[in-house]
């Protein structure tokens, strides 16, 4: 623990405070990554999801809490974050965008941070991450192209590891169901590493903006994984830099300003929260009783499956690993709990849950699709990690479905009606 | 994996099933089932609801036709402007105009007629057209026809207005399944696409069952070996729900175990509209023995979180979060299929029930 920032943050009693001294310890860390030797940690923020049903959302304090971690509060939507154990101190801020959406802003070194935001998320049902599949970076790209003039420097990072093509350890979170690994990376960069032969791709693209448009549509229909995008920079519109967005909703602010780094997460923030409404509001499965006639008979079903369509069908012994190391191993990549029911060499029904949110779900998984049922209640933060975990792991060119609607034209949409909003 | 296609075609849950995901929204290039219904603009309005015939027409029928006052199509089907509407009802096979189906068909006929939409509380509207249709396994539907025929004449005989008929064949060969459909059936439902329409295509070895909205019901008959697979399946979905419920509660837990809660997730609510008194007994004891066996399964300390009161059933008791992770990691090791989806069970006197 960084004792010299728990003091900073203890003394910060404001927002305005807070703005300020991000935005100068931001402008601060870009001279010194100008001069390629950073003294202290990047600015970073982690994008938070809480449960969406308005009756059982909690108090920030209340979800934070019942991990020992406690808040205190600097105004009606901004708090410190306090975490007394093992001797950490102040963590850093976290702000309450809506009642669903949490960002945890810090400058602790990435190792640090990003495993206490780790454990936090996988010890509370109720947090998750936001999940941003390739699919969602693909529309989000176009976004920057509109946001930002074409001879800006974008960076991109495409990670890709069919990880079930063969069995093996790797198959496995590397301890307590982790989700993703330090680097943002599954790929094992060891000099003890196994040798491993299976398809494994990690690309950093970083070129100017009218280079990738001309060329990634390209790249992508030649090299499958190049559609599995698993970060991408928002150029700052201020000065040099960006803000660079992983799929698990971390932001690391390589700009010189705080505010826009802030702007940027709102923006994402909301396409996302648009995104999830409209695929709760789409796949939802229940039973709606109608109004008309004799209360409680008429059961109208509604709802749509979500469908994920691989490119390729996997092989015979993918799709075994895929469901042994899924469903025969309680931790898993999925987070997922079932028992498949066997109705052929490829094809499996499961009844199962997500564990991570204690949530139902039905799965049809055969070597050339995925089919999923959620019932009502179920968070759509679920269908976008399935979605995220197969472009990773499984197949990068899959596409994804809610009922006829393909999932990137819903992303699509979420994003060109976001509208500035004075809510937050 | 050796199965009769053709054999599954007649089990009416599967032929339900499939007529459900026959109206759901799919990608384009129908990556599961072409949803023929779904294009055609129809969509689910109710789900087995339980109509009744309305008085006047009581009164008279009664008199003069075998009958009965009310039943209870599988599915009702509409399109957006309520003008087509369509009683979907599932049968293994034909049957004769002196069997007991035969009344219920002359009551659905009944009802399918210029009556459809008020019998749906719909108010009258004389545009509607009600079509009663069957969705049949295979070479049944000729002689379906010809005894839809017969009733249907045998009510305009008696100074009655039925509604239109028709039958859905399905068949499957080894590589894909079909459906068959008169004309006079393509143009009430407005489908687009000429029979025979293939709707799923098969792959070697494997069972085409499409994940089951409706896993089970009372009041289906089934073959032995349908009846497992659909007794595992809502094993399978109680499990689920029992994990997620515990899953999702915070500490300290202190609840009792509602079978009719449990069946009423396990089958999207349809357990609580289900008109079988008896069969919902029955299906409440089959949870509960299969909670019972979960229970024996169980080892300390989990074993002791989980309790029978002789009053008011299975009590979880779940102090603090290690004793909650214990319960959910010996609750996620049960397998279903081990613990007897094939027994029959029978309702037993002097025994408790959380029915209501």
């Known amino acids: 623990m960084n004792i010299d920032m728990s003091k900073e943050i203890k003394s910060i009693d404001s927002r305005e405070k807070m703005i300020r001294y991000f935005d100068g310890y931001a402008a601060e860390r870009m001279e010194e990554l100008g001069k390629k030797s950073t003294k202290r940690p990047l600015v970073k923020s982690y994008m938070l999801e809480h449960v969406g049903d308005s009756q059982k959302q909690k108090d920030i304090s209340m979800v934070l809490g019942m991990s020992g971690i406690i808040t205190e509060k600097i105004d009606e939507n901004l708090y410190r974050v306090l975490d007394t154990n093992n001797g950490n101190g102040y963590m850093g801020f976290v702000e309450v965008f809506t009642p669903r959406y949490f960002v945890f802003y810090t400058s602790q070194p990435s190792d640090i941070a990003d495993s206490w935001v780790k454990n936090l998320v996988f010890n509370s049902p109720d947090l998750d991450h936001i999940w941003l599949s390739g699919l969602t970076f693909n529309v989000l790209w176009k976004r920057v192209i509109q946001l930002s003039k074409p001879y800006r420097y974008v960076s991109l990072l495409f990670v890709h590891e069919s990880i079930y093509e063969i069995d093996s350890k790797a198959n496995e979170p590397e301890h307590n169901e982790n989700e993703y690994n330090e680097d943002q990376s599954a790929l094992i960069d060891r000099d003890v590493a196994e040798i491993i032969e299976r398809r494994a791709a990690k690309f950093k693209l970083v070129d100017k903006i009218s280079v990738v448009q001309e060329k990634l549509d390209k790249l992508q229909e030649l090299y499958s994984p190049l559609y599995a995008i698993s970060q991408l920079r928002f150029p700052s519109p201020i000065g040099r830099g960006g803000h660079d967005f992983y799929d698990n909703g971390k932001v690391t602010n390589r700009s010189g300003d705080f505010r826009d780094h802030r702007s940027h997460i709102l923006y994402v923030q909301r396409i996302y929260d648009e995104l999830m409404k409209r695929t709760e509001e789409r796949a939802w499965y229940s039973l709606d009783k109608e109004k008309v006639s004799v209360p409680g008979k008429f059961q109208k079903l509604i709802g749509a499956p979500v469908t994920i369509d691989f490119g390729e069908p996997l092989s015979k012994e993918t799709f075994d690993y895929w469901i042994k190391s899924t469903f025969g191993r309680i931790n898993n990549k999925f987070r997922l709990w079932g028992n498949p029911i066997v109705l052929g060499p490829t094809k499996v029904h499961v009844y199962g849950v997500d564990k991570h949110l204690w949530k139902p779900i039905f799965l049809e998984l055969t070597n050339k699709h995925l089919i999923a049922i959620v019932p009502k209640g179920t968070c759509g933060n679920t269908i976008h990690r399935l979605i995220c975990n197969i472009q990773k792991y499984i197949d990068p060119s899959a596409k994804a479905y809610i009922g006829d609607k393909e999932y990137k034209s819903l992303v699509d949409e979420s994003s060109k009606e976001i509208k500035y909003g004075t809510g937050y | ?356």
């Open chain 2, 1 to 356: 994996m050796e199965q009769d296609i053709n054999s599954l075609c007649k089990d009416p849950l599967f032929q339900l099933n499939l007529a459900i995901w026959l109206t759901q929204p799919q990608p384009p290039d129908n990556v599961a089932i072409d949803p023929i219904f779904y294009r055609s603009g129809l969509s689910i309005y109710s789900i087995g609801p339980l109509l009744s015939l309305p008085p006047e027409v009581r009164i008279n029928a009664f008199e003069k036709l075998d009958c009965q006052d009310k039943a209870c199509p599988d599915l009702v089907l509409m399109n957006s402007e309520r003008i087509k509407i369509c009683l979907l009802e599932c049968k293994a096979s034909s049957f004769g105009i002196r069997s007991n189906t035969a009344r219920q068909a002359r009551t659905l006929l009944l009802m399918a007629g210029p009556i459809v939409s008020d019998i749906l509380g719909l108010g009258r509207n004389w545009r509607n057209c009600g079509i009663l249709c069957y969705l049949i396994g295979p070479n049944q539907s000729g002689q379906l026809e010809d005894t839809l025929q017969t009733l249907q004449r045998e009510i305009k005989d008696n100074g009655f207005e039925p509604g239109y008929f028709g039958c859905i064949e399905i068949s499957a060969d080894e590589s894909v399944i079909t459906l068959e459909y008169s004309l006079e059936v393509k143009e009430l439902l407005s489908l687009k696409i000429d029979s025979p329409l293939q709707i799923m295509k098969l792959e070697k070895d494997t069972d085409p069952r499409p994940l089951y909205f409706i896993p089970y019901d009372p009041n289906i008959n089934q073959t032995a070996e349908e009846k497992e697979f659909s007794r595992r399946v809502l094993f399978e979905r109680i499990l689920e729900f029992f994990i997620t419920d515990i899953g999702g509660a915070d500490v300290p837990i202190k609840t009792y175990i509602k079978t009719e809660k449990f069946l009423n997730d396990a089958t999207f609510g349809m357990y609580s509209i289900w008109d079988d008194d008896e069969a919902k007994k029955c299906l409440r004891k089959l949870v509960r023995t299969f909670l019972k066996k979960i229970e024996g399964t169980l080892k300390t300390p989990a074993k002791e979180c989980m309790h029978y009161e002789i009053e008011d059933g299975y009590m979880v008791d779940i102090k603090d979060d290690n004793a909650k992770s214990e319960f959910l990691k010996q609750l996620q090791k049960i397998k279903p299929e081990t613990m007897g989806v094939s027994e029959r069970v029978q309702p037993s006197l002097f025994e408790y029930d959380d029915h209501d």
